[in-house]
């Protein structure tokens, strides 16, 4: 049997990623905005905004597929990432694929009367899936922790 | 016609004077996770069935039954 501390650490780690779930998908819809408000633009710090959006994307997406927490021990890691929590997640990923290819069928409906760049249709397409996937976890995760 | 996995765990629990924070650590997994199974949210593997019957201490098929 684990220590005690490993429980705690698993359902601390648990809470704060319910927590945090829904924020991160605001600061990726945000971030969205701030590249479609300087769309087209070359300067360092257009660069640095689309770096910016590039490198939380990936995270975010490593973070789904694997359950985040890289900083905690691998025991409270595989705690934490319980049975009912990979379903979750799971699931998740599914309305993400879900959103991205709704998203994608919109854009390219939109795309007969509107020319659309490549990289802002992989923007919209990306952010829609992983917000929809943030977004399902984290009301998942918080069903499953209110007490029934 | 639905068909669901009832349970007694809460039950079962109640006897021993478990918590399901308790519960879940015997088990292995998080009190969400038990509280999910509790409620009938999640159908559990036949692995964390067999698990929860073993830390309350009866058969698989006395803690479990299909519901129609």
Redesign the interface.
Known sequence: MAEQSDFEAAERLSARRTRMLPMLAILLITQQGAFFASSGGDRTVDHVKVSAWLVMSAVILLALLTGGGWIYPKRVRDLANDEGTQVNRLKALRTGFVASMVACLALYFLSFFEQIQVREAIHIVTTAGLAAALVSFAFMERRAARDG | MAERLANRIKEKRGELGLTQ?EL???V??????V?????G??V??AL?ALKLAEALNVPVEELFRIER
């Open positions: 924070a879940a650590e015997r292995g997994v998080t009190r969400k996770t509280n999910t199974v509790e409620n949210v999640f559990p593997s964390l």
